[in-house]
């Protein structure tokens, strides 16, 4: 069992930047591959990003490519989104997530969720 918990997100100018952190309970933290989506108004929830337990390797929707990094300190039990050049497109709930089973290669089923965060990029 995990428990997740992102940081409270906000309100960012188009253009600007915003780091979300989702803190996890457990002491299992790095043997989750973890992961970020997001849910627009009216929209389903997708994929944005996702990291290996270690940190070695990432995978990102095309959408953000280029503009958002994910990172984790398995020290720290955390996983970090940093969102640059963000625009309108990005406004959405932000859920972290870890992964407890490889479905195929590359592709994660997410078990434990968080609650979300609100993002909100004004024109």
């Known amino acids: 069992q995990v428990e997740l918990v992102e940081s409270r997100g906000g309100l960012v100018q188009a253009g600007g930047s915003l780091r979300l952190s989702c803190a996890a309970s457990?002491?299992?933290?790095?043997?989750?591959?973890m992961g970020w989506f997001r849910q627009a108004p009216g929209k389903e929830r997708k994929f944005v990003a996702q990291i290996s337990r270690l940190g070695s390797s990432t995978d990102y929707a095309d959408s953000v490519k280029g503009r958002f990094t994910i990172f984790r300190d398995n020290a720290k039990n955390t996983v970090y989104l940093r969102m640059t050049s963000l625009k309108p497109e990005d406004t959405a709930v932000y859920y972290c997530?870890?992964?407890?089973?490889?479905?195929?290669?590359?592709?994660?089923?997410?078990?434990?969720w968080g609650q979300g965060t609100q993002v909100t990029v004004s024109s």
């Open positions: 997530a870890a992964a407890t089973r490889l479905v195929r290669p590359g592709e994660y089923e997410y078990t434990y």
């Open positions: 457990g002491r299992t933290f790095s043997g989750y591959t």
